[in-house]
């Protein structure tokens, strides 16, 4: 390190990028030409490890030669260039990409993808396709009516019914209008935006060590279920059905609060038994974060879940879905770009090289020693730590108090450790797959000194 983030050149870059939008969310401005595998360079000559990686998006750190090569190949200029409006006018070797790519890693027995630009974008529009194959079940397979086409052009019912989504506490789902009626991480994210009646669940909130908090974590799986479960009931007896239930495998946003695999099998199974969609959010857990291509894989469900949402690591945005979700009428998922086709051609790359590399090996690798880390700082430090716990990883510790957190994000950063934040107590980590075990104990030792300095 150099100087203290931001240095002198980020404060007057940000004095100057405020004047024409607002700029009290930026960190530092970063170098990205120096920036190179777990390590990020700002525009003051300091360069830290990052384990935040953007918000959880670069799965291979920065400036991977995979991901350069596929750049640079001549090939690959005409989707650079000639950005395409994907639904009406594909390039030739589109779906091709598309089996290279997304499809390759496919969750299992999920044959169909909808690309899109975004995380919000992708689970807004997978709200939709929910809610098409809703009405279409209700409408037993008949075709909508003149009545339906007529009433949804006013905003009323028949044709724009009373459909809801249930969501949980503490979930991020996206800041756009639809999908921001599920987000219940920050007021600050919904203050003055109109929202959705939409039945909302408590999310369990396990104690850990996990081993020492079975009984307590077991009820808090239970309570949930439960209110779920009434949840549904009591909208749909009130006229507003609930067509899917979104959530996350991790709320990440909300704070790093893990669900059990048991817990989630018996979602699912609520679902079907409420003639519900299971929507599994996975555009911050996706792309091997956890030690497996996609978190749901971790938990033993009987089937696929209904649509599964994705962005960040896989670097464009969409979800993939089951047969009975795909629409019957064109434009119902619709618009102009529907994605990118260059944005596959580095997915393909990135795809090859964490097979190539058994990247996921690495991440449990190092997820286990760094979860090992984070319990052994709660010893250390019971004053300052506590509720370690991670999958792969995708880990996080708790602060005593949000004042004390938001100190320790600080230290770590002017000791060269750029680290992200969440919920109210949490430090996150959400470093690239390309992040080893030297890298954990780096990361440890400058915790460690951050927390002394307190």
């Not at 370690?388 to 060269?416: E, H, P, W, Y």
Request: neutral net charge; proline residues 5%.
């Amino acid at each position: 390190m150099v100087t203290q983030t931001p240095g002198p050149r980020s404060k007057a870059l940000i004095q100057q990028l405020d004047q024409i939008q607002t700029a009290g969310t930026v960190h530092f401005f970063a170098d990205y030409d120096k920036s190179i595998g777990n390590y990020v360079a700002d525009v003051d000559g300091n360069m830290m490890l990052d384990v935040f990686m953007q918000i959880a998006s670069m799965p291979l750190g920065y400036n991977h030669p995979a991901l350069i090569r596929a750049v640079l190949d001549k090939k690959s200029l005409s989707a650079l260039v000639n950005r395409p409006a994907l639904g009406n006018l594909p390039p030739h070797d589109f779906v091709q990409k598309l089996h290279s790519s997304l499809l390759s890693v496919a969750p299992a027995g999920m044959k169909q993808v909808q690309t899109m630009m975004c995380g919000s974008c992708s689970n807004e529009n997978a709200f939709k396709a929910i809610f098409f194959w809703y009405m279409k079940k209700q409408r037993r397979g008949a075709p909508p009516t003149k009545e339906d086409f007529d009433s949804c052009m006013v905003n009323q019912g028949p044709g724009s019914p009373r459909l809801a989504m249930l969501s949980f506490h503490g979930a991020f789902h996206g800041r756009t209008m639809g999908v921001l009626s599920c987000t219940h991480s920050k007021a600050i994210h919904k203050l003055d935006v109109p929202a959705m009646d939409w039945p909302i669940a408590h999310f369990p909130r396990y104690r850990y060590p996990v081993e020492e908090n079975v009984a307590y974590n077991k009820q808090q799986d239970q309570a949930s279920l439960d209110e779920v479960r009434r949840l549904i009931r009591e909208y749909n007896a009130r006229g507003t059905r609930v067509a899917g239930v979104v959530v996350e495998p991790i709320q990440a946003e909300g704070g790093d609060n893990h669900g059990s695999a048991a817990f989630f099998r018996q979602l699912q199974a609520i679902t079907k038994e409420e003639g519900a969609a299971l929507l599994v959010d996975e555009v911050q857990t996706g792309c091997g974060a956890t030690g497996r291509m996609w978190a749901h894989e971790h938990w033993g469900l009987p089937e696929s879940p209904d649509v599964v949402t994705f962005s960040k690591k896989m670097i464009t945005g969409g979800y993939f879905y089951r047969d009975e979700l795909r629409p019957t009428e064109v434009y119902r998922v619709f618009n102009t770009w529907l994605g990118d086709p260059s944005k596959l051609l580095l997915l393909e790359a990135a795809i090859n090289v964490i097979r190539d590399e058994r990247l996921l090996d690495l991440v449990n690798a190092s997820g286990a020693t760094l979860q090992r880390g984070l319990h052994e700082l709660t010893t250390r430090f019971p004053k300052v730590f506590s509720q370690a716990r991670g999958q792969g990883t995708f880990c996080a510790i708790d602060a005593a108090s949000t004042g004390m957190r938001d100190k320790l994000v600080g230290a770590c950063k002017n000791r060269g450790l750029e680290i992200g934040a969440c919920g109210d107590l949490s430090l996150r980590f959400r470093p690239a797959l390309i992040y080893e075990e030297k890298h954990v104990k780096l990361t440890l030792d400058i915790i460690a000194e951050a927390a002394k300095s307190l």
